[in-house]
């Protein structure tokens, strides 16, 4: 047996499951403000992540996990997906048209070599958008509330988000120099981390828990009173436009994310649930004023957002909030003898044709035993052929719940199967996060629904 290598995990059966469901939810949320996906390498140069997530951050200078390849150029397994993005939208012109702003989401593995802990691995998913191409505030304000709804479509009822502004350049240089005059008469009394930080990014020193340290920093100066009159308008327009949205916020002068590529507005959305559990933060992202020219395009600012799927996952399932995403086989055909064996597959293929998840009991059990199979498999019907159905073309279709049997003409079976799953699914709630009944005439002819479930709200 081969051990898993540390800080990986296998993501497989329901779990599995769970994390296609989040990323469609938040893939579609994306489709619906127009953005596009971008699947780019987990390979990238080591010089990319220097230049974009910045050698002053802990990713850089602690986490990568880079390599010389066998042509001795220096390869990274991609910490993050923002500098990979943008990168694909330098290289493949997307930019020359100047039509701006180019959107795209993205969803994969990133790697960090961070201590494992529980929901924190070395290998992970991050789902995330780019916006490329910002050049007002409200579409910042958008980015933000894309990010909010698509949590709200997975079902999180009680966000709110922190949201603090780091200046124009200008603004957050005077900042630094304030907090450098202040934090230097303390920092000999301060964490190790902050001290490393006071030199590389004396920002970061604001995100530091430790207790003791926490009270010097909770006096230190606020990024407001710095603020040049344009950030001042930026950061006003954004929280303006979340007010006309409706979505709650917290001013939070202490965050700073650890990126060293954001500037304006940056924001983190936190779950508490309805018994009152604080989660934390479970998606964060911010505007970014040079990290697309740095990147080789043009001088445009971008905003975006990224979000891990197992710390989704594992607050999705601590708070029940996976619901009506249970993996059922629609029927289990359950053929008794050779003859019925030999003809199995071919009544499969018509089922599984015709949309239908269907598995076939070709282990020639007896009866009881080839129920418990349809039983551990979830079926929902079982169709059971021997050779007298085969000679009359009629076969016993069960509702393995009920128990209920019906005779059904082989001609007729996929008509027989639509009108059982029509009226099943009718009954059915929507996934998109509101209790209400499905009201749609008919599922197979009606459109699909936005929110990720296959019917109409
Ligand atoms: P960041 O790119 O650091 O802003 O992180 C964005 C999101 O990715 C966070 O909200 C986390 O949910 C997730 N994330 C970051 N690092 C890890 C990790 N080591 N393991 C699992 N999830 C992570």
């Known amino acids: 047996m081969f051990n898993l290598v540390k800080g990986t995990h296998d993501v497989i059966l329901d779990e599995a499951r769970k994390y296609s469901y989040i990323e469609v939810v938040l893939e579609r949320t994306a489709e619906l403000y127009g953005y596009k996906e971008f699947r780019t390498p987990i390979i990238e140069t080591s010089e990319l992540f ?24 220096s390869i990274t397994l991609r910490p993050e997906i923002t500098a990979g993005t943008i990168r694909s939208m330098v290289a493949n012109k997307l930019f020359a048209m100047q039509d701006y702003p180019i959107k795209g989401y993205y969803c994969g ?42 949590l709200m479509m997975l079902g999180f009822q009680n966000l709110e988000l922190k949201i603090n502004t780091l200046g124009d350049e200008e603004s957050r240089n005077k900042y630094k120099e304030a907090l450098k005059e ?61 007010d006309k949205l409706g979505i709650k916020y917290t001013i939070d002068h202490e965050l700073v994310r650890g990126l060293d590529y954001y500037s304006g507005v940056v924001f983190e959305f936190h779950y508490t649930s309805s018994q009152g559990k604080n989660y934390g933060a479970i998606g964060a992202g911010g505007h970014y004023n040079k990290l697309i020219h740095e990147l080789g395009g043009p001088e445009i600012e971008g905003c975006g957002y990224a979000m891990g799927i197992e710390r989704l996952a594992s607050v999705m399932e601590d708070d029940n909030l996976f619901t009506d995403i249970e993996q059922f086989l629609d029927v289990y055909l359950m053929p008794i003898g050779e003859r019925a064996i030999n003809e199995s597959l071919s009544i499969a293929n018509v089922i599984r044709m015709s949309g239908y998840t269907c598995d076939i009991c070709l ?95």
Not at 395 to 415: A, C, G, R, T, Y
């Open 50 to 73: 220097l230049r974009s997530v910045g050698d002053s951050s802990d990713i850089v200078r602690k986490e990568m996990y880079t390599f010389d390849d066998k042509g001795g150029r």
């Open 109 to 150: 593995p990133c790697f960090r070599y961070e201590r494992p802990q529980q929901g924190r691995y070395r290998q992970f998913n991050q789902f995330g958008v780019e916006c490329a191409g910002v050049i007002r505030s409200e579409r910042d304000a958008e980015v933000i509330s894309m990010g909010y709804n698509s």
């Open 182 to 242: 202040y934090f230097s008469q303390y920092i000999d009394t301060m964490c190790e981390d902050c001290k490393e930080r006071f030199k590389l990014n004396i920002l970061r020193i604001l995100d530091c828990k430790v207790k003791e340290d926490r009270e010097i920093i909770d006096k230190a100066p606020k990024i407001t009173d710095f603020l040049s009159e344009s950030a001042k308008k930026d950061f006003d327009t954004v929280l303006t436009n979340l």
């Open 363 to 457: 282990e020639n059990k007896g009866m009881s035993q080839m129920f418990k199979k349809g039983e551990r498999r979830d079926a929902l019907y079982a169709l059971i052929i021997g050779d007298n159905e085969l000679d009359s073309h009629k076969f016993v279709l069960k509702n393995m719940m009920s128990q209920e049997q019906i005779e059904v003409k082989e001609n007729e079976l996929i008509d027989v199967l639509d009108d059982l799953f029509a009226e099943d699914e009718h009954d059915e709630h929507c996934h998109c996060g509101e209790d209400h009944e499905c009201e749609c005439e008919n599922h197979h002819d009606d459109e699909h629904c936005h929110c990720g479930c296959h019917h109409k709200e």
